[in-house]
């Protein structure tokens, strides 16, 4: 199956590393493989100067380059995405997520951030070259449920991360049925 890329856009621990989580056990139940990269706990002093030489970043570089999807989570501030996520998303070369597949999500404290996905996500996945960008979802912080045994959502939260989840993993399989078709 697919390997998908999991940038979490926010402080780690915190909610959007949560809802990550989260949308990561799904995707793995339809039997996708995802990592986790996480620009908080790149060097400081590497990530801001867009240093690739830097192991950290090599990394993520590379995973991105390998990944067939990408999920781009971020907390929201001040109706816009991180900056942590805005300075990772500036270090990429051109074409690093050219012909991926996009699941944006976005974590928040209010409703009234629930069309940040699609005014500030969307465009910049869009412009970042990923060949189809699926619906998005906002995650009330609210809904975010913590367990003895993983993360949970709940009420809209929850029915809109599992019909994204589902959109996205089934565009994943799809990509790779055309691949394979194209390479017979």
């Given amino acids: ?16 590393a949560h809802v990550v989580e989260h949308v990561a056990e799904r995707l793995e139940l339809k039997g996708h493989t995802t990592v986790r990269i996480s620009p908080a706990e790149m060097p400081p002093a590497a990530l801001l100067g867009a ?4 192991p950290q970043i090599r990394s993520a570089l590379e995973i991105l380059e390998q990944a067939d999807g990408v999920v781009v989570a971020t907390p929201i ?6 900056g942590l996520l805005k300075t990772f998303l500036d270090l990429l070369p051109p074409g690093a997520l050219a012909g991926k597949t996009a699941l944006p999500i976005a974590n ?18 869009t412009a970042a070259g990923c060949s189809q960008v699926g619906n998005g979802a906002f995650v009330l912080d609210t809904d975010i449920v913590l367990h ?3 993360v949970g959502l709940k009420g809209e939260s929850e029915v809109r991360v599992a019909a994204v ?6 565009s994943l399989t799809e990509t790779e049925r055309r691949q394979r078709l194209e390479i017979d």
């Avoid at 998908?4 to 909610?15: F, L, R, S, T």
């Fill in 77 to 82: 501030f001040q109706s816009a995405y991180s």
């Fill in 108 to 125: 928040g404290g209010s409703r009234g951030h629930l069309l940040t996905v699609d005014y500030t996500l969307r465009p910049v996945l």
């Fill in 1 to 16: 199956m697919a390997l998908v890329a999991a940038v979490i856009g926010g402080p780690v621990p915190g909610p959007t």
């Fill in 51 to 54: 240093d690739s030489s830097d």
């Fill in 148 to 150: 003895s045994c993983g």
């Fill in 165 to 170: 989840c589902r959109e996205f993993a089934h």
